[in-house]
């Protein structure tokens, strides 16, 4: 029997929050920061709950993190801690679970989601972007090197860098047109708007209880420290990559912006949407033993991606969002337990809060590309429904990630949106 939920909007087929999701994140009411929890497109004030008396029969621990103002106290008890309180809000929020008299009480900590304004969910202490998809290295390897589109290490090693955290923003933050060294061919460099401004479609995994310094985690509990899910965008200026990347990599190209989707999705909610990892082509190396899965078989996730872009003018016209492309989680060559025992297989310390993202998420077909430079392979550019033509963003430009999983006669599991809008750089002296 599926379960339903005695908020109706929960309850809606093409709902991103049914009961069976139950995101957390973190909402602005009055003038403090709350922890909720969205259950269709309602908000569930979780420190309404606890001072309210609702969650006395879970330990007091987590009682006290749902009072906090950021998810971090909540992602360092573990899974044990994260399934006892999901289990209590399915309880307080299931149509034939919830009393009468409870189910009043809860029906006055709910906040419509359209008037919250939402914050970071998390103090996050540590970013590092990865870079897990073969398909988006091999397409954007091949631009660069027809002959040989992958470095020799990327088949054995989980590649990453670490980004910088104080320029993540929340989903509907703008994103201003950044400013760098841009090298044109046969000429000196200049310091100018860049021109070539690209989004990345990337899915970050919030880091839970993580490990002492000097102490790795092993892959078999790798996935006790993945918290939960989001969208990211992890905007790159490609003209200044092109220019500044060697020898160190990324820099000023990546960390001017990122945005992240509000609503971190709970692993223990994708467990009906487990898939094998994905299968590596005959010839390629085993992982070596530290990263090799103990349960390959469920140890990917069967998430549809896709990236939504609308200009200026579509948005004056009333034009809905074009859909640019469609991916899917599954694809990744590296997963998500590979990458947090890789992080911290040398003894690096992450701790609850920080933030893993995959790299760019891309497929093998035509129309997955996570990112408009690997569309540089088709002989035209993206053609917009009013005859507007990009290669890469022009200022007005809106980009919209969703990502869901879905299949039969199971509740769809959404993830919101993450969307900024391009403005124009800030140029000064």
């Known amino acids: 029997m599926v379960l339903r ?35 269709g497109n309602q908000i569930l004030d979780l420190r309404g709950c606890a001072e309210q008396g609702l969650l006395a029969d879970l330990p007091a621990e987590v009682v006290s993190a749902c009072t906090a103002a950021v ?50 969910p998390a103090q996050i202490g540590g970013y590092t972007d990865f870079y897990a998809s073969i398909h988006h290295a091999e397409r954007v390897g091949r631009l660069f090197r027809p002959e040989n589109p992958l470095l020799p290490n990327y088949k054995y090693v989980p590649i990453g860098y670490n980004g910088r955290t104080s320029s ?3 989903s509907g933050t703008a994103i201003r047109r950044p400013c760098g060294q841009l090298k ?5 460099p200049a310091f100018a708007p860049a021109r070539s401004l690209d989004y990345e479609l990337e899915v970050g995994a919030f880091v839970g ?8 985690i092993p892959i078999v509990e790798a996935e006790e420290d993945i918290f939960g899910l989001c969208l990211v965008n992890d905007w790159s200026a490609r003209d200044i990559q092109s220019w500044e990347y060697q020898p160190l990599g990324p820099f000023l190209a ?39 899965l103990p349960n390959r078989d469920c140890a990917g996730i069967d998430l549809t991606l896709e990236v939504y872009l609308a200009s200026e003018s579509m948005r004056r016209a009333g034009t809905a969002p074009m859909l640019v492309s469609r991916g899917n989680l599954r694809h990744l060559y ?14 690096c310390n992450l701790r609850p809060g920080d ?45 919209m990630f969703r990502g869901y999983c879905q299949k039969p006669s199971w509740p769809r599991i959404g993830f919101g949106e993450c969307t900024g809008t391009i403005v124009s750089a800030s140029v000064k002296g």
Not at 378 to 387: A, I, K, Q, T
């Open 5 to 39: 939920s005695w908020v109706s909007s929960a309850n809606d087929r093409d709902t991103d929050f049914p009961l069976q999701n139950l995101p957390y994140g973190v909402f602005r009411t009055g003038n403090e920061n709350h922890i909720g929890v969205a259950i």
């Open 71 to 120: 998810l971090n106290p909540l992602m360092a008890l573990g899974s044990t801690a994260w399934s006892a309180l999901r289990r209590k809000l399915t309880t307080l929020l299931g149509e034939e679970s919830a009393v009468q008299e409870t189910r009043e009480r809860v029906e006055l900590l709910l906040a419509p989601m359209n008037n919250a304004t939402m914050q970071l």
């Open 168 to 170: 993540i923003v929340v």
């Open 184 to 188: 044109p061919q046969q000429a000196e």
């Open 209 to 216: 209880p993580g490990n002492a310094l000097g102490q790795p």
């Open 254 to 292: 990546k960390n001017f912006a990122t945005t992240i989707s509000p609503w971190v999705v709970p692993l223990e909610a994708l467990t009906p949407f487990r898939v094998p990892a994905y299968e590596r082509p005959a010839g390629d190396p085993a992982p070596l033993p530290y990263l090799n």
């Open 334 to 347: 590296w997963t998500l337990p590979q990458l947090v025992t890789h992080h911290a297989s040398n003894g």
């Open 355 to 399: 933030l893993l993202a995959t790299g760019t998420v891309s497929g093998p077909e035509v129309g997955s590309e996570g990112c408009l430079l690997e569309k540089r392979d088709r002989p035209e550019p993206v053609r917009l429904p009013d005859g507007e033509e990009r290669v890469f963003l022009e200022d007005g430009d809106q980009v």
